[in-house]
Structure formats: structure tokens, C-alpha cells
């Protein structure tokens, strides 16, 4: 029974300090969700209105651009895959490289040869668990992402729509990431970023009640399209880049907390155990106590005889 009483005494200790733990690692994702929350409305309304301000430019003209104008043959798509560096966010990373996964899929049945690029650690894991091939990726920056993160991100990106598929270019980009919809709920999604589908927005401006603004294009609006293609990929990854560290943080936070709970419960039930097995450490003692007491007075009865 006192072999027994110290393992309930030794795993409750332990869990003690896994509780700690993944308390204070919960408190922690709870002050950064909040800041990252905070970046991502102050990012939101400059994506959305550059894409209006896009949408508006083209179509206001008939120039054929790559920021606008769908291929004729689409043969070659880039994939952009948001991930974590870290864990401990339950199925935040599993979703999005799962999305990711349905969509390359998707692509290749219709016939497109896929580059996929990806950021943060654990995709890059998957992938190269795998043996899949990753096309470019980027790690270290997925908790407090900055602008500057994605214009590195963007380059390459950009780049590649630029080329002709024939060099090695691509003909749509698609980003997979995880929208924060609030603190209980993140969508992993896929969206299309280029060509830009100028018939949806104006269909949502058009269901909003808005009206997209007339331009005068000074000097063309080839010029201003060949200004606007990489401000307008930096903004909508920079911002998919908060939504998918305000997601992480969010995912991280009820992780924790459902890892805590677990922990109280599981303490409570040793505690239990332990209290059951030192009760039953004193029945015992008493028994042999009073055992031993009973085979003391039979044993000096009989030697009175």
C-alpha cells in the first residue's frame, strides 16, 4: 500500500507541473491573440479597399494584365500554404495543410502542374516527411508576422506570375490559411489571389450597395496595374499572414485551457486514489495493530496456565 501511495503522490506532483505549464502557456496565447486580433482589423480595411481600387481599375479598361486577366490555357498554378512554426494548437496546422492538400489535388485534376509554397515549420515538416516538393518556403516569423515578412514572401510569388510558363512562371496564384472568425471559431480556406476575379468583387460591392469609384489612368492603366500587382499581393498576404497568427494564438489558448481542465480533473482523480489507498494503509496498520495486541493476550493467558 506504500509502494502505491507514492506513485499517486509522484504522478500528482508531475501533473501539478504540466498544469502550471500549460496555464501559464495559456495565459500567454490570451495576450497575444489580442494583439494579433488588433493587427488584423487595422489590416483588413487597406487589403479590402486596394482590392475595390484594383477592381475598379480594370474593369475600367481593356488592358490585358496578370493581375486581372484570366489565361486562356491555365497549365501551371502556385499554392501559398500558411502554417505555424509551432504546436500545441490542436488541428490548426492539420486543417490548413489538409485544405491545402483538397485544393493541389483539385488543381491537378484539371490538368495544372502545382508549385506550392509554404510558410512556417510545421508545413514544411509535412511536406518534407513526404518527400513532396516544396517550391519555396519561409519559417521563423509565423507568431508576430510584419509587412516586411511579406513583401519577402510576395517576391517570389510575384515573380513567377510575371514569367511566362514556358520560364517557369505560373498562371493563377492561390493562398491556403486559417481565417480568424472569432476566438472559438478559425476556417482554414483557400481564395484565389491572381488573376483577380473582378466579376465576385463587384458582385459584394454590388450586394453591399456600394459603387466602385471611376480613375482617370495617368499615365496608362497598364502603368498603374504594373504599380498595383505587387501592393496589392503584399496587403492580401499580410493580411492572411495576421489572420493565420490570430487563428494560431486562439487555437493555442483552447488547447491550453482544455489541457489545464484536464489536468484539474486528472489531479482530482489521484488525489482520490491517493486519500483511498492511505485509508486503507491505516486500516491495515490498525488491523495489524490490533491483531498483534489479540496474539499478545492469548499468548500471556496461556503461559498463566
Do not use: C
Not at 497575444?32 to 488588433?38: I, Y
Not at 511566362?164 to 478559425?186: N, R
Not at 476556417?187 to 450597395?209: I, N
Not at 482617370?216 to 504599380?227: H, I, K, N, Y
Amino acid at each position: 500500500m506504500g509502494a502505491q501511495l507514492r506513485v499517486y503522490k509522484r504522478r500528482i506532483r508531475s501533473v501539478s507541473a504540466t498544469k502550471k505549464i500549460t496555464k501559464a502557456m495559456e495565459m500567454i496565447a490570451a495576450s497575444r491573440v489580442v494583439k494579433a486580433q488588433r493587427k488584423v482589423a487595422a489590416s483588413t480595411p487597406y487589403a479590402t479597399e486596394l482590392t475595390r481600387a484594383v477592381t475598379a481599375v480594370g474593369t475600367g479598361s481593356n488592358t490585358k494584365h496578370p493581375l486581372t486577366t484570366q489565361a486562356e490555357t491555365v497549365t501551371r498554378s502556385a499554392v501559398l500554404l500558411l502554417t505555424s512554426d509551432r504546436g500545441l494548437a490542436g488541428a490548426f496546422n492539420s486543417n490548413a495543410i489538409k485544405a491545402a492538400e483538397q485544393l493541389t489535388a483539385r488543381l491537378e485534376r484539371e490538368g495544372k502542374q502545382v508549385d506550392t509554397y509554404i510558410v512556417g515549420r510545421r508545413g514544411v515538416a509535412h511536406y518534407n516527411f513526404r518527400e513532396r516538393k516544396i517550391t519555396e518556403s519561409w519559417t521563423g516569423f509565423t507568431d508576430d508576422p510584419t509587412y516586411a515578412d511579406a513583401k519577402n514572401v510576395a517576391a517570389p510569388l510575384i515573380e513567377a506570375i510575371e514569367k511566362e510558363t514556358a520560364d517557369g512562371g505560373v498562371d493563377e496564384l492561390h493562398i491556403v490559411y486559417t481565417e480568424f472568425v472569432s476566438m472559438m471559431t478559425q476556417s482554414a480556406l483557400d481564395a484565389r489571389l491572381l488573376p483577380l476575379s473582378l466579376e465576385e468583387v463587384a458582385e459584394e460591392s454590388h450586394g453591399k450597395g456600394e459603387i466602385l469609384p471611376l480613375y482617370d489612368f495617368e499615365p496608362s492603366a497598364e502603368d498603374v496595374l504594373d504599380a498595383l500587382l505587387p501592393r496589392y499581393v503584399e496587403s492580401r498576404i499580410y493580411n492572411a499572414l495576421l489572420q493565420s497568427a490570430a487563428s494560431k494564438h486562439a487555437a493555442t489558448r483552447r488547447a491550453m485551457k482544455s489541457a489545464t481542465d484536464n489536468a484539474g480533473e486528472l489531479i482530482e482523480s489521484l488525489t482520490r486514489l491517493a486519500n483511498a489507498a492511505r485509508q486503507a494503509e491505516i486500516t491495515q496498520e490498525i488491523s495489524e495493530i490490533v491483531g498483534g495486541a489479540s496474539a499478545l493476550a492469548d499468548a500471556t493467558a496461556g503461559s498463566d496456565y
